[in-house]
């Protein structure tokens, strides 16, 4: 190969490498939420019957749910979104100061009870009926929409022409044009399903099923976007 084409080889590379180095972007990030109503909720609920016989506190576990089936079958949930088959026994043991012994004193039977609603007019007559069966604890409802993925979306397009208004500021700022977009990265904050209020205290009153009022969903969405300048 002679030296005149080697050398126009070496200049067009040259001038390749030049023009990448004479790239000009700017990355910026951009945030973007969308809030939706919730839809459906999971209720969890524990029963504790602790017994000086481990049959008297199966019995007795077992009474409460069924009590808790027929509150369920009551406001109209449809056995299929109710799981009692968690289940476990336990012995009772207390230390004896006297003798510096574990003494056993009787057996606790627990139960765990699920629940899901897709209406949740009925939460808060679930929760109010589950404590008047005989229910120890009542964790806070995990909410959830049916539109979690078009809420997901939404807070993803907010974000992305957050990303935009950045960049057009940045690029105005400096004298400069905003140019395509190079790149494009994209995350997303799972919702933290909130807690009524009303859940936590569990009311006793004739109405207090109607205080539960579930507040809306939380979507966030994050992207990093890197824009090329353009002169």
């Known amino acids: 190969m002679s030296r005149s084409l080697w050398a126009v080889i070496l200049l067009a590379m040259s001038v390749g490498v030049m023009a990448e180095e004479q790239t000009r972007t700017v990355t910026v990030n951009g945030d973007g939420f969308a ?20 049959a008297a506190a199966q019995k007795e576990a077992a009474a409460v749910t069924s009590d808790v089936l027929k509150m369920t079958d009551r406001i109209g949930i449809d056995r299929d979104q109710v799981d009692t088959t968690g289940a476990s026994v336990r012995p009772d043991y ?13 057996y606790i ?39 979690r993925k078009q809420a997901y979306r939404e807070a993803l397009s907010a974000a992305a022409e957050d990303a935009r208004l950045n960049a057009t500021q940045l690029a105005e700022s400096l004298g400069a044009t905003l140019g395509p977009v190079l790149s494009i990265n994209s995350g997303v904050v799972a919702p933290r399903p909130p807690v009524p209020l009303q859940a936590r205290a569990m009311a006793v009153e004739s109405d207090a099923a109607e205080t539960y009022n579930p507040a809306d969903l939380t979507f966030s969405a994050t992207v990093t976007v890197v824009f090329e300048l353009a002169d």
């Open 109 to 147: 039977a627990d139960r765990q009870i699920t629940v899901e609603i897709e209406d949740l007019e009925k939460l808060g007559a679930l929760i109010e009926g589950a404590v008047n069966a005989g229910v120890n604890q009542v964790t806070p409802p995990q909410l959830d929409s049916s539109r």
């Open 35 to 54: 809030e939706v109503a919730p839809d459906r909720a999971t209720l969890t609920m524990s029963i504790n019957a602790r017994e000086p016989t481990l």
């Open 94 to 106: 207390r230390w004896n100061r006297e003798t510096e012994e574990q003494e056993l004193r009787g």
